[in-house]
């Protein structure tokens, strides 16, 4: 698990295709690695991977298909920035959201523009994904824990601050630029539970009308 709360800019130093996989090698710049052991977690732009080797500058990652698949792992060249955050422990201060690194999809910047000393991004979520983005609720970007300002169908809103300008690379983003989506993991778990038993069958949906009537959070027409 992670706090989306970003350590350090990576670089993108290898890639080596390994049949339908990857191997990924990053430079961590300042984060520190005293303490990594091979077999632990590195959020790499939001993606949740495991150290498999340790050249000292940096690590190695194995990047599975299913990963190359639902992220945006497979698109990044060498000498591109990356998001970093190690896992977090016992003491971590829990700064941003519970992130678990699982991207649930790939969003697209929309549009970007100066917004005072900030930055107002809009951005287009899938649309399997919109039912799970609420304003004032938490995202993550390519790693980075972000609350929502505002929404509208698939897309959503963002305020940037310099700070994270400055250290992540949001700095970076522009129109048409994809992304690494997270959606809050209380709302993924609060959609099956509310299923209930219906959750086993194999044509269960989401959150409907009728589901929400059901588990009496709204009601019928008198």
Same mark, same amino acid.
């Given at each position: 698990?992670? =706090?989306?709360?970003? !350590?350090?800019?990576?670089?993108?130093?290898?890639?080596?295709?390994? $049949?339908?996989?990857?191997?990924?090698?990053?430079?961590?710049?300042?984060?520190?690695?005293?303490?990594? #052991?091979?077999?632990?977690?590195?959020? =790499?732009?939001?993606?949740?991977? @495991?150290?498999?080797?340790? &050249?000292?500058? %940096?690590?190695?990652?194995?990047?599975?298909?299913? @990963?190359?698949?639902?992220?945006?792992?497979?698109?990044?060249?060498?000498?591109?920035?990356?998001?970093?955050?190690? +896992?977090?422990? &016992?003491? =971590? &201060?829990? $700064? %941003?959201?519970?992130?678990?690194?699982?991207?649930?999809?790939?969003?697209?910047?929309?549009?970007?523009?100066?917004?005072?000393?900030?930055?107002? /991004?809009?951005?287009?979520? &899938?649309?399997?994904?919109? #039912?799970?983005?609420?304003?004032?609720?938490?995202?993550?970007?390519?790693?980075?824990?972000?609350?929502?300002?505002?929404?509208?169908?698939? +897309? /959503?809103?963002?305020?940037?601050?310099?700070? =994270?300008? +400055?250290? @992540? @690379?949001?700095?970076?983003? !522009?129109?048409?630029?994809? /992304?690494?989506?997270?959606?809050?993991?209380?709302?993924?778990?609060?959609?099956?539970?509310?299923?209930?038993?219906?959750?086993?069958?194999?044509?269960?949906?989401?959150?409907?009308?009728?589901?929400?009537?059901?588990?009496? /959070?709204?009601?019928?027409?008198?």
């Amino acid at each position: 698990m992670f =706090t989306g709360i970003i !350590q350090a800019i990576g670089e993108v130093a290898a890639l080596e295709p390994r $049949g339908e996989d990857l191997r990924l090698r990053v430079r961590t710049g300042k984060l520190a690695l005293d303490g990594v #052991r091979i077999g632990d977690s590195i959020a =790499t732009s939001g993606v949740c991977l @495991t150290v498999v080797e340790l &050249p000292g500058d %940096g690590y190695w990652a194995d990047v599975s298909g299913e @990963t190359l698949a639902v992220t945006g792992i497979g698109k990044l060249k060498v000498g591109d920035r990356v998001n970093l955050e190690k +896992a977090l422990t &016992p003491s =971590t &201060p829990l $700064g %941003g959201h519970l992130v678990s690194g699982h991207v649930d999809g790939i969003g697209e910047v929309v549009s970007r523009r100066d917004d005072g000393r900030s930055v107002r /991004f809009r951005m287009r979520a &899938p649309g399997k994904l919109a #039912r799970y983005i609420a304003a004032k609720g938490s995202v993550c970007v390519d790693g980075i824990s972000l609350t929502v300002n505002a929404v509208e169908g698939a +897309a /959503f809103e963002l305020n940037i601050v310099p700070h =994270t300008l +400055a250290e @992540t @690379t949001m700095g970076d983003f !522009q129109a048409g630029r994809t /992304f690494n989506l997270e959606v809050d993991i209380i709302a993924r778990y609060l959609e099956r539970l509310l299923q209930g038993d219906a959750a086993g069958d194999s044509g269960a949906t989401g959150v409907t009308a009728e589901l929400l009537q059901r588990c009496g /959070f709204i009601h019928g027409a008198e």
